[in-house]
């Protein structure tokens, strides 16, 4: 199984500013993707991240709010910009294993509240 | 459209079969999932079972999938106190990686 590492776990922000968070998986991996989980909530993909293109975000999701790096096979980052209270929620990266066996694996979440 | 769909908690006595029940819409599901989420924490992938399978077995767990009816369920046996945790069912949409999830059911396991 995949081990997936988030920073921060957790961070405190203020409302108009931006954070990075950082996701690196301890193999290689085939797909890295961006949940949200808004508190009490489940969670929706955001986008998908791509080895070296732009990522491909789902419907309500755009690159100028929450762009995606992922420069090589195990390392992504999520930035959120602009923070607003509405964004404080825990972001998810999750990543499938190289060979297609079903397995989808989590990180621990980065917890964001927006002041 | 896509849709999963979970009953919201479930309360079982510790040493009690637990089961978690899921339903969702589209047939063209490749994979389905259960996630375990503790407080605090993020997703652990309990299991999860191939389209054209009909039963899965790991140790405590048993998912079965009726796809006629497009109905999941996971049962825990012998419930313990440390299976408390919100319980997410998820489809994988053919092709492609994208997870669509369910509300989360709440299980509390009492002593």
């Known amino acids: 199984s995949a081990v997936i590492s988030q920073k921060p776990s957790r961070d405190i922000c203020q409302r108009g500013t931006s954070l990075t968070i950082q996701c690196q998986v301890d193999s290689q991996v085939t797909m890295m993707f961006w949940y949200r989980q808004q508190p009490g909530q489940s969670l929706t993909l955001i986008a998908t991240?791509?080895?070296?293109?732009?990522?491909?975000?789902e419907s309500g999701f755009v690159i100028d709010k929450f762009p995606i790096s992922r420069p090589n096979l195990t390392f992504s980052t999520l930035t959120v910009s602009n923070m607003s209270p509405e964004d404080s929620s825990i972001y998810l990266c999750?990543?499938?294993?190289?060979?297609?066996?079903?397995?989808?694996?989590f990180g621990e979440g980065s917890r964001l509240t927006v002041l | 459209g896509e849709d999963v769909e979970q009953s919201l908690f479930l309360s079982v006595r510790e040493g009690d079969s637990s089961v978690i029940n899921c339903t969702y819409t589209?047939?063209?599901?490749?994979?389905l999932y259960w996630y375990k989420q503790e407080p605090g924490a993020g997703l652990q992938l309990l299991t999860y079972i191939f389209s054209n399978m009909d039963m899965k077995q790991d140790q405590r767990l048993t998912v079965l999938l009726n796809k006629k009816d497009k109905h999941l369920s996971l049962r825990i046996a012998d419930t313990q106190t440390g299976d408390s945790a919100i319980y997410f069912c998820?489809?994988?949409?053919?092709?492609?990686?994208?997870?669509?999830f369910g509300s989360g059911t709440r299980l509390l396991v009492r002593p």
């Open positions: 589209d047939s063209s599901s490749t994979y």
């Open positions: 998820a489809e994988r949409m053919d092709s492609s990686y994208k997870l669509i």
């Open positions: 991240a791509n080895q070296g293109s732009e990522a491909t975000y």
């Open positions: 999750s990543a499938s294993g190289i060979i297609n066996t079903g397995e989808l694996f």
